[in-house]
T-cell receptor, first 112, second 115 residues
Framework: NAGVTQTPKFQVLKTGQSMTLQCAQD?????MYWYRQDPGMGLRLIYY???????DKGEVPNGYNVSRLNKREFSLRLESAAPSQTSVYFC???????????FGSGTRLTVV | DQQVKQNSPSLSVQEGRISILNCDYT??????FLWYKKYPAEGPTFLIS?????DKNEDGRFTVFLNKSAKHLSLHIVPSQPGDSAVYFC??????????????FGQGTILTVHP
């Protein structure tokens, strides 16, 4: 019962470095999401993909790009990391319904 | 423009007593309201939801109340247990248009239940 799997769990980057956060789900969900969690700010939507082949900006997309590689996988890329991108990143998937999203366990990213 | 707000950053209660977590929203175009629970180093997990056409939903020790006229929902936990200590997020699901199905989250409330 894997659900949503995120890699890596922890990462430290230097300012200006790039990296890709990986996310995969095995529930055959159509929709996938990337959120960031910051103290006092709750969960803010970065990008989402309503279905394979589509992606859209969320509330805080600046500095990020995404790729919906196939129905299972949705990656988040930081092209030039900044200290303001230090956060915990969560990937989620959904098939609608009253249960909302299934979340991964998160990636804790620190940019120094 | 925060559409979903949890105005209490933290709440502390004694084991066995009631915990009441509150959430306010400003947009009427939501069809479901949900509560998620989050432990440290884990992702949020679904706890309970309520349709916008209902005013109460109960699941064991957890009850969610929806007051549509006040645009307010609350989560009651009775009796509270130390294992309930976590961050609780309320969320609202968009009912239509290009945002259909998307969840908007509140800031979260840290609940601490003391033995």
């Amino acid at each position: 019962n894997a659900g949503v799997t995120q890699t890596p769990k922890f990462q430290v980057l230097k300012t200006g470095q790039s990296m890709t956060l990986q996310c995969a789900q095995d529930m055959n969900h159509n929709s996938m999401y990337w959120y960031r969690q910051d103290p006092g700010m709750g969960l803010r939507l970065i990008y989402y993909s309503a279905s394979e082949g589509t992606t859209d900006k969320g509330e805080v997309p600046n500095g990020y790009n995404v790729s919906r590689l196939n129905k299972r996988e949705f990656s988040l890329r930081l092209e030039s990391a900044a200290p303001s991108q230090t956060s915990v990143y969560f990937c989620a998937s959904s098939e609608g319904g009253r249960y909302g999203y299934t979340f991964g366990s998160g990636t804790r990213l620190t940019v120094v | 423009d925060q559409q979903v707000k949890q105005n209490s950053p933290s709440l502390s209660v004694q084991e066995g007593r009631i915990s009441i977590l509150n959430c306010d929203y400003t947009n009427s175009m939501f069809d479901y309201f949900l509560w998620y629970k989050k432990y440290p180093a884990e992702g949020p997990t679904f706890l309970i939801s309520i349709s916008s056409i209902k005013d109460k939903n109960e699941d064991g020790r957890f009850t969610v109340f929806l007051n549509k006229s006040a645009k307010h929902l609350s989560l009651h936990i009775v009796p509270s247990q130390p294992g309930d200590s976590a961050v609780y997020f309320c969320a609202a699901r968009s009912a239509g248009g290009t945002s259909y199905g998307k969840l908007t989250f509140g800031q979260g409330t840290i609940l601490t239940v003391h033995p």
